[in-house]
């Protein structure tokens, strides 16, 4: 059976993960003389838990190489927070708001003693994962790539990319007579070293490390060939599938026994993703519900007070799987827009109100959709769903538009913090925001929306281009 593979990496750190953070947790309560051994037992193993599973969705279990080592890091810690705040909402609701008794001697004025003890085990993770990368990290890797077409630029810059720690020889071999691909040999950065036969010559004499078939996938007979040949060496050989030849929307590769199908119309919220993004939606939802209550009630009372009509007006747009919801706002025009003709607010629309116009900068009229995300018809972070007429106009303009309603519509989401907000006056700034929206659903993670948010908090509320 075929697999994706890491290099071992997950199956051989997640084990230890699990034996560090228990041993260290349960370690350092007989240091402290604990006498509630089986407590402490008992946290270790929900954190060990919590940790590994929370990894999965932060991509902390991903192989990456020495260049991002804060990257790495800050993926490790995250999912330690992550680990720890869910035990400790699971430990507050069963036992109240009572901390940790035992761990008294830890207690500080800023920081419980629960936090000390669960990041004691962090360094330790760390550590290990330094250890690994020096011992497995190759000092010079020797490539060769087979096809001067598309997909092995894309593959020499992919390696360059992944080994820009380590010494890469990289060249490029073809059977074809260079004229052919002359434009496109002036974008390598590798050397063109001649004919596939040179290439074989070189991989049994014992100079290179991996070989990566960048062929057309129409090229059937060339790549059975170049295989044959290559079978007769002990070089580590690769095929780059050029399938981007039929969508450039794959998002995943999914398992059905022993088939392997590629994913390109996909959601990533099935099984497992869907728990954990309606965990996120519910947990930071009621936060940020309790936080802005009182702002919600302020503005609430300025729209009722500053112009006529009710507090909040409701549009219908498309949501998941294109299903028509109710999405919440607060009013910030005069007229009740909501058929089959919406026109979109422009610079100076005299349809918005003074307070309106405030709301719809500074995207205040769009806090009542936390509702929604508890409701459960929005996410938090998702693409910003447009009023059905719109959708309707935008989906006959737009190759691939309705791949954004594979997952729910959500406040703010990749496109709007890379600047994406506002009028659409042109389809190219329609074209961008699509692009952000498939983007996001292809790559989608927690560490993703995290950072999202973050981003949204302090750069993307205001925008020039919303009106």
Same mark, same amino acid.
């Given at each position: ?13 997640? !084990? ?22 089986e407590k402490v037992m008992l946290h270790a193993l929900l954190f060990s838990t919590a940790f590994l599973l929370f990894g ?50 830890? &207690? ?14 962090? !360094? ?66 590798? !050397? ?95 936060? %940020? ?7 919600? +009630? ?59 116009? +405030? ?5 205040? &009229?769009?806090?009542?959709? +936390? ?56 389809? +190219? ?11 996001? %659903? ?7 929306? %995290?950072?999202? %948010? ?14």
């Amino acid at each position: 059976m075929r697999k994706v593979t890491h290099g071992g990496y997950p199956t051989f750190i997640k !084990p230890i993960d699990f034996i560090i953070i228990n041993s260290v947790l349960i370690l350092s309560g007989w240091l402290l003389d604990i006498k509630t051994t089986e407590k402490v037992m008992l946290h270790a193993l929900l954190f060990s838990t919590a940790f590994l599973l929370f990894g999965e969705y932060t991509k902390c279990y991903l192989y990456r190489h020495k260049k991002n080592k804060f990257y790495s890091r800050s993926r490790l810690f995250l999912t330690g927070f992550l680990a720890l705040g869910f035990i400790e909402s699971v430990r507050t609701l069963i036992t109240g708001f009572d901390t940790l008794g035992y761990l008294a001697l830890l &207690d500080s004025r800023f920081i419980s003693a629960t936090v000390y003890w669960y990041a004691l085990p962090l !360094p330790f993770l760390y550590v290990i994962r330094v250890v690994i990368a020096s011992y497995s990290a190759k000092k010079c890797v020797r490539v060769a790539i087979i096809g001067v077409t598309e997909s092995g630029l894309a593959a020499e810059q992919a390696l360059r990319h992944g080994y820009s720690d380590i010494r890469l020889e990289l060249a490029f071999y073809d059977d074809r007579d260079p004229q052919r691909f002359r434009e496109l040999k002036g974008r390598m950065t590798g !050397p063109f070293k001649g004919s596939v036969m040179t290439l074989v010559a070189e991989a049994r004499a014992g100079h290179l490390d991996e070989v990566y078939v960048a062929l057309p996938m129409v090229a059937l007979k060339r790549i059975r060939n170049v295989l044959g040949m290559l079978s007769d060496t002990t070089v580590n050989t690769y095929i780059v599938p050029d399938l981007y030849t039929y969508s450039r929307n794959i998002s995943q590769i999914r398992y059905i026994h022993d088939l392997q199908a590629i994913g390109i119309f996909s959601s990533p919220f099935e099984g497992g993703g869907a728990i954990v993004k309606r965990a996120e939606d519910l947990i930071l939802g009621s936060v %940020i519900i309790i936080m802005i209550s009182l702002l919600l +009630f302020i503005i609430a009372v300025g729209v009722k007070i500053t112009s006529e009509g009710p507090v909040f007006f409701e549009q219908d747009r498309y949501g998941l799987s294109g299903q028509r919801i109710k999405v919440k706002k607060f009013r910030t025009m005069r007229v009740m827009e909501n058929s089959d003709r919406v026109v979109q607010a422009t610079r100076n629309d005299p349809r918005v109100t003074r307070f309106g116009s +405030f709301l719809r900068k500074t995207s205040l &009229d769009e806090l009542p959709q +936390f509702i929604n995300v508890l409701q459960g018809n929005m996410s938090i972070v998702g693409p910003r769903p447009h009023a059905v007429t719109h959708n309707e106009l935008y989906r006959r303009q737009v190759e691939n538009y309705m791949i954004r309603h594979k997952v729910k519509p959500g406040i703010t989401g990749l496109a709007q913090v890379n600047g994406c907000r506002g009028e659409i006056d042109a389809l +190219f700034k329609l074209e961008k925001r699509i692009q952000y929206d498939i983007e996001y %659903i292809q790559n989608w993670s927690l560490w993703l929306d %995290i950072k999202i %948010i973050f981003k949204t908090i302090f750069k993307g509320f205001i925008g020039k281009n919303a009106y």
